[in-house]
């Protein structure tokens, strides 16, 4: 977009400047005035407060300012293009468009143009400093996304204005976070291809032997609740599965995230988003072991997107099943019980699983419910013997415990979305969780500015359509 401007030299503009915040600055110590000079001293935390108070003000005026004379040569433009159809098009008027920034509220005075033949009105100004369609601008819908992701929408709010000074509603709190979570994607929240490379390629290790890469998944059960109008009765809420997935890369010294990704919803949409991360992953410079409990549908995925990858049931899963039988059968007898457990873990750490399944058949149930669970247990076992070497696996470096994915189900979905009397729709539910592993990922920059490039152009399309 090429205009017509008025020429001001850098060093007139530099002066301009440093009139006008010092101007800024008098009115700022004008309001501390009465505080100044009353009689009655004021403790350290009272003359911070009575700042922390008046600083949007001052921030803002100096913010406004700089724009004004930053932008000194657009405010003097008197012809501009038409964005649309390319036309000179004559400036009509100075407008104003009153913005919030985490400096506080600034008035941006910018000249309006109008092309007669399009009949549409523009700014260039809002273009240059890439304006938000908000009155609070990206800096603090950033921010504010941030505090959403830790805690309820209202203390948020409440902390935030605490924190900058800058209001921000419970319903524009709302319109933001779905408006940001409902455009992201897998794709958005999972690091780009090269961005893991360069990760695992800082553990790489000495000689032949490439980092070990965990991939781990489960479930978690998150509280939902049906659609409903505000005043109408909604029904029960559910508990319903999140199922997610945690990759990490593990170095000599170090664990590094490279992944996490939790949703609400079936096996198949699981298993279509593990392929899209694997596809993300330089799985030949990496050892890869697959880890979950006996799910068969998780295996399934992980088996899909990994194909020949090392197999490891969760360590700690198997022994919860070796404990809950050994206390159903030998309830009554505490030793006996624990020298079962201790005998059959060393069996099937050892490789040696097949002489458990033995003894489990031979094995004579008190009742019939102790009976059933000898079942199921064999049944677990046969299933997942080839993922119970734990002694090879550990002698490779590899884990053996699903801890890394528990861990996330705790941090990214219960810390957040099972907090006392929190019920979610499913859309928001999903959202915030999409949200969470962003910012765990390390990506969430990288989204916010694919959502600020995607409101821009939005912005535009209003304008000229």
């Known amino acids: 977009m090429s205009c017509a401007l008025l020429q001001t030299n850098q060093p007139d503009k530099l002066a301009m400047y440093r009139d006008n915040a010092h101007r800024e600055l008098d009115k700022f110590i004008d309001r501390l005035a009465p ?6 001293p004021l403790t350290l935390r009272e003359i911070s407060d009575v700042f922390q108070e008046n600083k949007p003000e001052m921030l803002g005026g100096l913010l406004q300012e700089f724009i004004q004379t930053h932008l000194l040569e657009q405010h003097s433009q008197i012809i501009c293009e038409c964005p649309q159809c390319g036309k000179p098009s004559y400036k009509k008027r100075d407008s104003s468009r009153r913005i919030d920034t985490r400096q506080g509220t600034s008035l941006v005075e910018r ?10 009105g523009f700014s260039p100004v809002d273009e240059a400093l890439e304006l938000a369609s908000r009155k609070k ?3 603090l819908q950033q921010l504010a996304l941030k505090y959403l992701a830790e805690m309820p929408f209202e203390k948020a709010g ?10 921000f509603s419970d ?26 490379e360069q990760r695992i390629a800082g553990l790489a290790r000495s000689g032949n032997r490439r980092p070990i890469l965990a991939v781990a998944s489960d479930g978690a059960h998150m509280p939902t609740r049906p659609e ?6 909604r029904g029960a809420g559910k508990y319903k599965e999140a199922k997610g997935f945690r990759i990490y890369a593990i170095g000599r010294d170090d664990i590094v995230q490279i992944a996490s990704w939790h949703q609400i919803q079936d096996a198949d949409e699981f298993s279509r988003d593990l392929k899209i991360a694997a596809a993300r992953i330089p799985q030949d410079k990496v050892r890869i072991c697959l880890l979950g409990d006996g799910a068969p549908w998780l295996w399934r995925c992980m088996e899909e997107s990994f194909p020949g990858s090392r197999q490891i049931l969760d360590y700690y899963h198997c022994m919860e099943h070796l404990h809950a039988l050994a206390d159903a059968q030998y309830g009554d007898n505490p030793d006996k019980a624990l020298s079962w457990v201790i005998g059959a873990i060393g069996h099937i750490y050892y490789d040696e699983t097949g002489l458990v399944i033995g003894g489990l058949r031979r094995m004579k149930p008190k009742d019939d419910n102790v009976k059933e669970q000898i079942r199921k247990l064999i049944g677990y076992l046969k299933n997942n013997q080839h ?25 990214i979905c219960h810390t957040r979305l099972k907090r006392s009397g929190a019920w979610w729709l499913k859309p928001n539910g999903n959202g915030m969780l999409r949200l969470r592993c962003s910012l765990v990922n390390g990506t969430f920059d990288e989204a916010f500015s694919r959502y600020v490039t995607r409101d821009q152009a939005k912005k535009f399309l209003r304008t000229n359509t």
């Not at 505080?35 to 009655?40: D, I």
Request: proline letters at 5%; a negative charge; glycine letters at 10%.
């Open 35 to 40: 505080k100044l000079l009353q009689e009655e």
């Open 228 to 233: 409903g109008k505000r005043d109408a009765k």
């Open 137 to 139: 601008q990206y800096d």
């Open 111 to 120: 000249p309006y143009f109008y092309c007669p033949d399009c009949k549409k």
């Open 387 to 411: 993922r119970t070497r734990y002694d090879g696996a550990k002698k490779g470096g590899y884990p053996i415990g699903s801890g890394g994915i528990e861990s996330a189900n705790k941090f």
């Open 158 to 167: 409440e902390l935030f204005k605490e924190a900058t000074g800058v209001s």
């Open 171 to 196: 319903n524009r709190l709302h319109s933001l976070f779905a408006e940001f979570t409902d455009q992201m994607t897998i794709e958005d929240v999972i690091p780009a291809a090269s961005d893991i």
